[in-house]
C-alpha cells in the first residue's frame, strides 16, 4: 500500500510562485502515474497534471505555460512547480498515484491535500 506526504502549499500574492512536493512511501511494485488534482471551493476535483514512469507530462490548458509537473522516480517523489498564480488557482491540491503492488493488481491513492490560497 502506498502512502502520501504533500507538502508546499500556502498563501501567496497574484504572480507569485509555490512549489508542492508529494512522497510516496510503503510497499509497492511500481508506481505507473503520479498526478495533482486540485478543488476549488464548490468545484469538482480536477486534474492539473500528471507524469507517467516515462517522464511523458501532460498538463490541464488553464495552466500550460506557468506549471510544470516533474518527479524524481529513484526517491518516488513528485513536484510541481507554479508560477504566474492566479486567484483562480486557489484550491486544495492532491497528490495522486497509480501503482503496482508487489502481489499483483492495479491501484491508486491520494495525499491528505496541501491548501494554496492566491490573493488578489
Known amino acids: 500500500q502506498v502512502q502520501l506526504a504533500e507538502s508546499g502549499g500556502g498563501l501567496v500574492q497574484a504572480g507569485g510562485s509555490l512549489r508542492l512536493s508529494c512522497g510516496a512511501s510503503g510497499s509497492f511494485r511500481s508506481i505507473d502515474v503520479m498526478s495533482w488534482y486540485r478543488q476549488a471551493l464548490g468545484k469538482e476535483r480536477e486534474l492539473v497534471a500528471d507524469?507517467?514512469?516515462?517522464?511523458?507530462?501532460v498538463h490541464i490548458d488553464s495552466v500550460k505555460g506557468r506549471f510544470s509537473i516533474s518527479a524524481d522516480n529513484a526517491k518516488k517523489m513528485v513536484f510541481l512547480q507554479m508560477t504566474n498564480l492566479k486567484p483562480e488557482d486557489t484550491a486544495v491540491y492532491y497528490c495522486?498515484?497509480?501503482?503496482?503492488?508487489?502481489?499483483?493488481?492495479?491501484?491508486?491513492?491520494w495525499g491528505q491535500g496541501t491548501e494554496v490560497t492566491v490573493s488578489p
Open positions: 495522486y498515484v497509480n501503482y503496482q503492488r508487489a502481489t499483483g493488481g492495479n491501484f491508486v491513492a
Open positions: 507524469v507517467t514512469q516515462y517522464g511523458s507530462t
